[in-house]
């Protein structure tokens, strides 16, 4: 029997596909790479690994599948009378972050994610592309290849996960010759939002060991910042002025954070810790943080310290982080407290640093020269 026009097009495009993973494995001077599918990158994954076994060492699949459109013999997918309305139904949503109620239902009340969500999407494809798109990719069929792929397989998978269910992972593994199958808890499609417990299952399958959960230690510019005087504050506007007011504060660092590169590492209390990997950045964010409070009303203090950190899931630890929190709690209304250390790495920045006193901070050896940051 012949091949169809749209089977010999598909064919086609895997090979053009084909080629520019390769490619490219060439131009980083690779001669073998682990190919991570994760999604809808699944099939073109597959069928690299099938097809291309001698540039391939291992491959992770990720809440995805091999074919996602039901059958008598495949119950997986997409009911075959819903395949036009399901992607038009997805292209009417577009660009607004409407289908993180499937993708991340964890994540149902957060506002920053599906923002960006909802710009990605508008940046990435046109509404009017995605119906075509969501229809090709569930049509995609590599379930033959799957037996003759040859290359050590992971296959992980949400047990709960709405988006593409979990017997098409199975499925996966079933077939795959030799294939290892994770289940993890969760019913988030999007892997990076939950990205530890798969990175130590792939770090694990890759090389044969995990790191602990606690131990990494790291050198980090800290930003601590605190709302001065916030009970009077709290006290003087009322519950829901006070409310409105620090809620526009959380959005307002949250965007500064973004914009420099931030890493939010927790609030507490009325403020922020965060984490930067460039510390003109940091001391820019503690200027703009505490010069926009200002505008809106707020009184905010800032301290920034360069050192060594451990770095736990969701926290920071160590003597560096310690002392950040000292720096700020010395700092005055409206003022961006810094170390010398700070200041000497950020000399060059175009960033001021005016010397302060010596000051002695609780629990630390020594005395500490601080320094005032302006911009």
């Not at 997805?90 to 909802?118: K, Y």
């Not at 993890?184 to 417990?197: E, I, Q, Y």
Request: proline residues 4%; aromatic residues 6%.
């Amino acid at each position: 029997m012949g091949a169809s026009g749209g089977d010999l097009l598909d064919g086609l495009v895997d090979e053009i596909a084909d080629a520019d993973l390769t490619a490219v494995i060439d131009a980083v001077g690779c001669e073998q790479v682990v190919i991570v599918g994760p999604a809808h990158g699944g099939p073109a994954a597959i069928r690299y690994a099938a097809t291309h076994p001698d540039r391939v060492s291992a491959l992770v699949l990720i809440n995805t599948y091999a074919h996602y459109v039901q059958s008598d013999d495949y119950p997986w997918g997409v009911p075959p009378v819903a395949m036009d309305r399901i992607p038009a139904s997805a292209a009417e949503g577009w660009g607004t972050g409407a289908a993180l109620e499937v993708l991340a239902p964890s994540r149902g009340a957060d506002e920053q994610l599906r923002a960006w969500w909802a710009r990605s999407e508008r940046l990435g494809q046109r509404s009017d592309q995605i119906a075509v798109s969501i229809r090709a990719n569930f049509a995609r069929d590599v379930r033959p290849l799957l037996t003759s792929i040859a290359v050590p397989t992971l296959v992980l998978h949400r047990a709960s996960n709405r988006f593409i269910r979990v017997g098409a992972g199975r499925y996966l593994a079933e077939h795959i010759p030799g294939a290892t199958y994770v289940e993890l808890p969760g019913d988030d499609a999007l892997w990076f939002l939950d990205a530890d417990g798969m990175l130590d299952e792939i770090e694990e399958f890759l090389t044969g060991n995990r790191q602990a959960p606690e131990g990494d230690v790291l050198t980090s510019t800290i930003l601590f910042t605190d709302i001065v005087a916030s009970t009077e504050q709290s006290a003087r506007l009322g519950h829901r002025k006070w409310t409105a007011l620090t809620d526009a504060h959380d959005t307002m660092v949250r965007s500064v954070l973004a914009r420099q590169r931030g890493h939010e590492v927790k609030t507490i209390g009325d403020g922020f810790l965060a984490t930067f990997d460039g510390t003109t950045r940091a001391v820019r964010a503690a200027i703009e943080i505490v010069t926009q409070a200002k505008n809106m009303g707020l009184e905010v203090r800032a301290g920034v310290h360069l050192g060594e950190v451990e770095v736990r899931t969701d926290d920071v630890v160590g003597l560096a982080v310690s002392i950040t929190k000292r720096i700020c709690d010395l700092a005055g209304p409206g003022e961006v407290f810094t170390s010398r250390t700070v200041s000497d790495v950020a000399a060059s920045s175009g960033v001021t640093f005016n010397a302060d006193s010596d000051h002695t901070l609780k629990g630390v050896p020594g005395t500490w020269q601080l320094f005032t940051a302006t911009a």
